[in-house]
């Protein structure tokens, strides 16, 4: 599957004493800016759960790929939360 988004790794790169930042895709490409209309505490943490954005969606989409492979109960409720947050990410819930 090709990505529609920028692919990672995503950095996170604090570039305000408030906290302020962007989010770096490969060759310091920008992807997102946070601002600094929050604590600085809150953007640091912000910058980072973006920047994990690609690596959250591939071990989703490994939850499922091991499901159809057998590898997890076809009951498990993470499986249906794997779905739902790829569906998310991906424009499609």
Known sequence: MSAKHTPGPWTAKVVHFNGAGAILGPD???????????RREENESNLRLIAAAPDLLAALQRIVR???DGAI??????????RAAI???KGEA
Do not use: E, L, T, Y
Request: hydrophobic share 45%.
């Open 28 to 38: 310091n490409k920008g992807v997102a800016c946070i601002s600094a209309a929050v």
């Open 66 to 68: 091991a499901r159809q």
């Open 73 to 82: 109960h076809p009951d498990d409720p993470c499986i249906d939360a794997a």
């Open 87 to 89: 569906a998310k990410a």
